[in-house]
């Protein structure tokens, strides 16, 4: 089992962190191949609560090599900040490897992202507020600054200087703050080179090797398929590649030595931040979910809004990824409905469709068409096997499995690593 990717199915904080720490004993090598401390991967091990965020969850399995792929933005002193929290809490983080060729996002990343946001006001995205936009959008327009520049400080200093000549213009010019010091800001850097230099290895060739070995590679996404640059729900969507095809232009991995895709979904849908989301729930049915579902965020703790499953947000993600099987999360989250909603299909201005439509004004406009299943008011969270679930929670997994166009393989009924029910093995 070569390589194996882990992606968000909805709109993040499906729960990738706790199924990535599923698989954590068993596998060789767990990779970040996307987005930055944008991300927030909960994990719960003996009722310790890890939050990770820059970091690949396999960090607390013991044994796991984790790696910082090209396609990740860094924060350095994030990165060193989220080190030194495990390592207070006895966690062995000397195996971390980052990536030479991943870029660095700085404090002007930040203050952009910050004040265009600002400028933004009604239109805003409703970022998480790290530079991650801006590092991307520099990586593109080819004015980044690389993990190997640290390493180079004739370079270093060029690229710092040329990047802050424009920076400095939008800063002064355009809204009216500082403008930044290019020697203070390679000083900055400059600290964090000699702590980093051990860690940065050719992670293409570090992974390459390893495939030929027949190690086993896990490739972590950050941030989820609505969320992704390319097939989100553009503009409202994060800068990088969330979905499958990133995982191999993000690590260097090829695509032909991924085996298996699995997506992880809620039993209902939440999202951070603007943007469409044709399910949600304005009403106290929403408010349940959130206060049940303990649905605020892990990175910067806003409310997630919240609604119920979206059939063709599901299905589009097994397609768009070739999902080979899904992980359900928090089904113990709708114990004790009466009756649970699935969204089917949409309305668009007359139109039934049960695709996600073409363009973003149609599904701006989306109405959900709902099927109605019955509910279950047994606590689940004691299931172990798929027949221990009440059989109308049995019918809800069918269903959104049909739905969907994917087994689900693995269902979570609450946080902890043992809170799962599998019904297939995500690895053999
Ligand atoms: P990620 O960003 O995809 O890793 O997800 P987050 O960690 O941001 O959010 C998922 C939350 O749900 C975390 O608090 C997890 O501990 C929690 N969680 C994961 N799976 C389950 C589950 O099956 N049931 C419940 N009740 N909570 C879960
Ligand atoms: P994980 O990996 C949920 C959202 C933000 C905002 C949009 C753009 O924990 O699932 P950004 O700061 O990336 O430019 O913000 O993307 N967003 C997330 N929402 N989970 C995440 O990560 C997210 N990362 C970014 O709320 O709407
Ligand atoms: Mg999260």
């Not at 089992?1 to 990535?20: R, S």
């Not at 992704?228 to 800068?239: L, N, R």
């Not at 009403?283 to 965020?297: A, F, P, W």
Request: net charge negative.
């Amino acid at each position: 089992m070569p390589a194996v990717v882990i992606v968000g199915a909805q709109w993040g904080d499906e729960g990738k962190g706790k199924a990535t720490d599923l698989l954590g004993e068993r596998v060789d090598y767990v990779v970040k191949f996307n987005g930055g401390n944008n991300a927030g991967h909960t994990v719960v091990i003996d009722g310790e609560r890890y939050a990770l965020h820059l970091l690949p969850s396999g960090i607390l399995s013991p044994g796991v090599i984790p790696v910082i792929g090209n396609g990740v933005v860094i924060d350095p002193g994030v990165l060193f900040g989220e080190l030194e929290a495990l390592n207070e809490r006895g966690i062995d983080t000397s195996e971390l490897v980052v990536s030479s060729n991943a870029h660095l996002v700085t404090p002007y990343h930040v203050v952009l992202d910050r004040v265009t946001e600002r400028f933004l006001g009604k239109a805003r995205i409703g970022t998480t507020g790290r530079g991650i936009g801006p590092a991307y959008a520099d990586k593109i327009s080819r004015l980044g600054i690389r993990v190997q520049d640290l390493f180079d400080e004739k370079i270093l200093q060029q690229k710092v200087e040329g990047a802050l000549d424009q920076k400095n213009q939008m800063l002064v010019k355009v809204y009216n703050r500082r403008a930044m010091s290019a020697a203070d800001l390679v000083a900055e850097l400059l600290s964090y080179a000699d702590r980093l230099r051990p860690m940065v290895q050719d992670t293409t060739l570090l992974l390459g090797n390893a495939l030929a070995a027949g190690k086993t590679v896990l490739l972590e996404g950050g941030q989820a398929t609505m969320l992704d640059v390319d097939h989100g729900t553009y503009p409202f969507v994060t800068s990088s590649s969330a979905t499958a095809g990133g995982a191999c232009t993000g690590s260097g991995i090829p695509p032909t030595a991924i085996t298996r895709v699995i997506g992880i979904v809620k039993a209902y849908t939440t999202r951070v931040g603007e943007g469409p989301f044709p399910t949600e729930l304005l009403d106290e049915s929403g408010e349940r979910l959130r206060s049940v579902g303990g649905e605020y965020g892990t990175t910067t703790g806003r409310p997630r809004r919240c609604g119920w499953f979206d059939g063709p947000v599901a299905r589009y993600s097994a397609r768009i990824n070739g999902i080979t099987d899904f992980v359900l999360t928090k089904l113990d989250v709708l114990s004790g409905l009466d009756q649970v909603e699935v969204c089917v299909g949409y309305d668009v201005e007359g139109t039934v469709v049960s695709d996600v439509p073409m363009s973003q004004t149609e599904f701006h406009h989306a109405k959900p068409v709902y099927q109605t299943l019955p509910g279950w008011s047994e606590d689940i969270s004691a299931a172990r096997s798929f027949a221990d679930l009440p059989a109308n929670a049995q019918t809800y997994v069918q269903f959104i499995e049909d739905l969907a166009g994917a087994p689900v393989s693995v269902i979570g009924v609450g946080p902890a690593r043992d809170q799962t029910v599998v019904r297939r093995d995500l690895l053999s």
